[in-house]
């Protein structure tokens, strides 16, 4: 099992950047195939990036290709999704979560570990 918290989160302009972070604890993270998901109150939690357990692929939502990049450090157990060029449609609660596979991964289904979410707010 592994324990994931995400931080980071707050409140920036359309055109500013931010960088989340979600630290593991429990299980080994580099075990794990890793992605960030993200959800608007009333809405489907929607897909943003995932990265596989050693970094070698990653994948993006096309909402987010181009402005957004996952990466992972291993050896500190930490996920990180920076954001730039954020726009107010980018405004949501970002999750991170864990999934026990070697490949990157956009189905919420697969992932058996979350974080509580940060949230974050991008104003016009």
């Known amino acids: 099992q592994v324990q994931l918290v995400e931080s980071g989160g707050g409140l920036v302009h359309a055109g500013d950047s931010l960088t989340l972070s979600c630290a593991a604890s429990g299980r080994a993270f580099s075990e794990y195939a890793m992605g960030w998901f993200r959800q608007e109150p009333g809405k489907e939690r929607e897909f943003v990036a995932s990265?596989?357990?050693?970094?070698?692929?990653?994948y993006y939502a096309d909402s987010v290709q181009g402005r957004f990049h996952i990466s992972r450090d291993n050896a500190k157990n930490t996920l990180y999704l920076r954001m730039t060029s954020l726009k107010p449609e980018d405004t949501a609660v970002y999750s991170c979560?864990?999934?026990?596979?070697?490949?990157?991964?956009?189905?919420?289904?697969?992932?058996?570990?979350w974080g509580q979410g940060t949230q974050v707010t991008v104003s016009s």
């Open positions: 979560a864990a999934a026990d596979s070697r490949t990157v991964i956009s189905d919420a289904r697969v992932y058996a570990y």
């Open positions: 990265i596989s357990y050693s970094s070698s692929m990653t």
